[in-house]
């Protein structure tokens, strides 16, 4: 079974940056479709920002030129830079390892993210 791990969340000011970490257990990282969502209290969860396997990555219109996705198949992790950070950006930041065969789909556990003065 792969475990996700979360971390970096926390309280920042308007207009400050953060930066979110996805480690994933094992050495198959590589082969995973990796994800980052979030979930503000009453909506539902939405992917914010993805990387395929092959490096390819994709945005939600919301966070295009403010948020970067990375990977670092070496060290088992993925990153989620958040810059130019917005109240509406608040929320709980939840990262997604997936794959088609052997099909995988696990979730961290979540950390928060609060955009606030």
């Known amino acids: 079974q792969v475990q996700v791990v979360e971390s970096g969340g926390g309280l920042v000011q308007p207009g400050g940056s953060l930066k979110l970490s996805c480690t994933v257990s094992g050495n198959m990282i590589r082969l995973y479709d990796m994800g980052w969502y979030r979930q503000a209290p009453g909506n539902q969860r939405e992917l914010v920002a993805g990387i395929g396997s092959d490096g390819n990555a994709n945005y939600v219109d919301s966070v295009k030129g403010r948020f970067t996705i990375s990977r670092d198949n070496a060290k088992n992790t993925v990153y989620l830079q958040m810059n130019s950070l917005k109240p509406e950006d608040t929320a709980v930041y939840y990262c997604?390892?997936?794959?088609?065969?052997?099909?995988?789909?696990?979730w961290g556990q979540g950390t928060q993210v609060t955009v606030s003065s």
């Open positions: 997604n390892a997936a794959r088609t065969w052997p099909r995988i789909n696990s």
